[in-house]
């Protein structure tokens, strides 16, 4: 066996000039491919931690039918046995409650149709650090009369620190709901949709303020990472009763998804290509192997099975793939790394759009395996199937007509 | 003790078209320690006579028997193996293994053979030593004139204990000296080792050396001398 290995290896190397380029071909490939991929993955892994630390959570608990009619009725009340439920999941890292809605929002003579959130200040600011994105003033304790702001409704409402903001709207089953509140913290959401209409306040306050007392409209959910999530919806779906659904990420944010499977999509044709042009120069090469077949029928004359010699030249496809797919994934790792510290920054147009929809206006890298093994195993996967031409080429060879080439 | 049988040998190319009979019943025998020429003008069938014998090609009609194995019966799989276990072969243009050196080129067909490590290089060495190139062992092909890669293919064909070795037209690319060192080595095995050589020629030098001289015309044997 180490004499097949030992032929074959020299053999890549007869050419040297040939090798290195068909090596460096596929070494470009690995590294675009995997600067690619880590740069798409990187990006997404940060939309969606961004969408779930800023709103969502990894799961949500709601009322059947709440999602697609989030309106106060649409609420359940948060009793011991849920608590105990919650408790029970050793995955779930933290949860909180909060009380959704709608109400007009008046100062002095502004008025505007807001989303009101009540919310558990101290579990709440754990989960999406509202805390972090104070601009003015303090953030909300427990219990807290005050409310916090969007900096976009606060503009519009013309509204500073200690001012007062009447919230006018429908309580809980056609309640009226009206109450003043002063403004204790006003907040740079990262979304400037929810910036325009954000207004956050105590549970208890809210409860109190639309007649739902104890009513939840969702309770949101985190666990360790991504992985844990399906194991631990499934848990939920056994302790829930028929009145509530359990909804991961994925379900509340099927748009942001569906964009992620498009440009995902996108990604894979531009890696197609390629894949293609370097697909044709490691084919320039393994023909050339095909095209020494006056070697070939020696080999054979002298007592060589078709078999063995067929191993040789795989072998040397292999060894011509692995050289690049390592040389390329070895480069990649300092290159990746560099830049998951240091993403690049999207300015202009591009960084506006990304900025709109609430996203940090950067390229972020991904490092995870994946990202390596996966564009790694591709290209040798081409290889091996260019690799076929000549196996093909040796099924079909003659000794004689070989000798004579 | 006739270790070759050859019994009307024919060989047709292109039978559809326009048919050349390369062979036309060819019967000869090769006893064991025979140092024999084939001769014959360009195009006489002499290399293809060659090339049956050594199973590298199939004959039209006709048998050839090998210590009584019947190899133009024999399957692809089964020819090649007989072929490395009992078959020798020089050829013209030396075609020795590029990227390996005169040890492994020598060594190759006994690792196929499955010989062991020692034995492989116990039997390299003598081989080395017996055409002269013990001190070239790890010296590549390219670095070693045309003679002497010629006498590293008659090592390597030494190398599995073949029953005869096919040499074809072994010095058409060597000069003088070369072609008379390589017919003295290929004279002393034959002689002090009873190793059977089988030619094809054009070179008197090599005709010269041959105790038996074989001519061949259009396919046929017009005669077999023996001195």
């Known amino acids: ?405 | 003790m006739n270790i070759i049988e050859i019994r009307g040998i024919c060989k047709t190319y292109d039978k559809k078209t326009l048919p050349v009979h390369a062979l036309n019943g060819i019967d000869l025998t090769f006893q064991k320690g025979e140092f024999a020429s084939i001769v014959g003008p360009s195009g006489s069938g002499k290399t293809t006579l060659l090339n049956i014998i050594g199973g590298l090609d199939d004959p039209t009609d006709g048998v050839i028997l090998i210590d009584g194995v019947n190899i133009t019966a024999l399957s692809g799989r089964k020819k090649t193996q007989f072929r490395m276990k009992n078959i020798g072969f020089v050829f013209q243009s030396f075609n020795l293994i590029p990227v390996f050196t005169v040890k492994e080129n020598v060594e190759f067909i006994m690792h196929l053979q499955g010989i062991s490590k020692e034995e492989r290089e116990k039997r390299t060495n003598e081989l080395l030593d017996a055409v002269g190139l013990n001190d070239k062992k790890n010296n590549r092909p390219n670095k070693l004139s045309g003679g002497q890669q010629q006498r590293v293919a008659v090592a390597r064909a030494l190398a599995s204990k073949p029953k005869f070795i096919l040499a074809d037209e072994p010095t058409a690319n060597l000069d003088s000296k070369s072609t008379e060192n390589l017919l003295d080595i290929m004279e002393k095995l034959n002689q002090e080792e009873n190793i059977t050589f089988i030619f094809s020629t054009h070179d008197s030098r090599v005709v010269n050396k041959a105790r038996r001289v074989i001519t061949i015309e259009d396919g046929k044997v017009i005669s077999d001398i023996s001195n």
């Open chain 1, 1 to 405: 066996m180490q004499t097949y290995f030992k032929l074959a290896w020299r053999n890549i190397w007869r050419n040297k000039r040939r090798t290195l380029i068909t090596t460096a071909s596929i070494f470009f490939g690995v590294l675009l491919s995997t600067f690619m991929t880590s740069m798409q993955e990187g990006s997404y892994s940060q939309y969606i931690t961004s969408i779930v630390n800023s709103y969502s959570g990894y799961l949500q608990i709601h009322k059947k039918g709440y999602w697609n009619d989030k309106i106060i009725n649409n609420s359940f009340l948060f009793d011991k046995n849920i608590e105990s439920n919650l408790k029970s999941i050793k995955k779930i890292t933290i949860y909180t409650q909060r009380l959704e809605t709608y109400s007009l929002a008046s100062s002095e003579d502004v008025t505007k149709g807001v989303m009101v959130m009540g919310i558990d200040p101290e579990k709440e600011d754990k989960i999406t650090n509202i805390s972090g994105k104070l601009k003015h003033g303090r953030f909300l304790k427990n219990g807290d009369n005050g409310i916090i702001l969007g900096s976009g409704l606060a503009r519009f409402l013309k509204l500073k620190i200690n001012d007062t903001l009447v919230l006018i709207g429908q309580g809980y089953h056609g309640a009226g709901a009206a109450g003043k509140y002063p403004v204790k913290g006003i907040i740079k959401h990262p979304s400037p949709e929810l910036d325009r209409i954000l207004v956050y306040m105590d549970i208890k306050n809210c409860q109190d303020l639309f007649s739902a007392p104890d009513m939840l409209t969702s309770v949101v959910i985190m666990v360790h990472d991504n992985d844990e999530v399906t194991l631990v919806k499934n848990e939920l779906v056994q302790l829930t009763d028929y009145n509530t659904e359990v909804m991961d990420w994925q379900e509340m944010n099927r748009l942001l998804l569906k964009q992620i499977e498009s440009d995902r999509i996108g990604g894979v044709i531009t890696k197609g290509v390629l894949y293609m042009i370097i697909a044709f120069g490691i084919l320039g090469t393994v023909m050339m192997m095909a095209e020494r077949k006056k070697e070939f029928g020696v080999i054979m004359a002298v007592g060589m099975q078709k078999y063995k010699l067929i191993f040789i030249v795989i072998l040397e496809t292999i060894f011509l793939g692995m050289i690049g797919v390592i040389a390329g994934t070895v480069a990649s790792i300092p290159l990746l790394y560099y830049f998951l510290f240091n993403p690049i920054p999207l300015t202009g147009q591009a960084g506006e759009m990304v900025l709109q929809m609430g996203f940090e206006p950067a390229m972020f890298f991904s490092m995870t395996p994946s990202v390596f093994y996966e564009q790694a195993l591709t290209i040798f996967i081409f290889t091996l199937i260019i690799g076929i031409y000549p196996v093909l080429n040796i099924r079909k060879l003659k000794v004689m007509n070989a000798l004579r080439s």
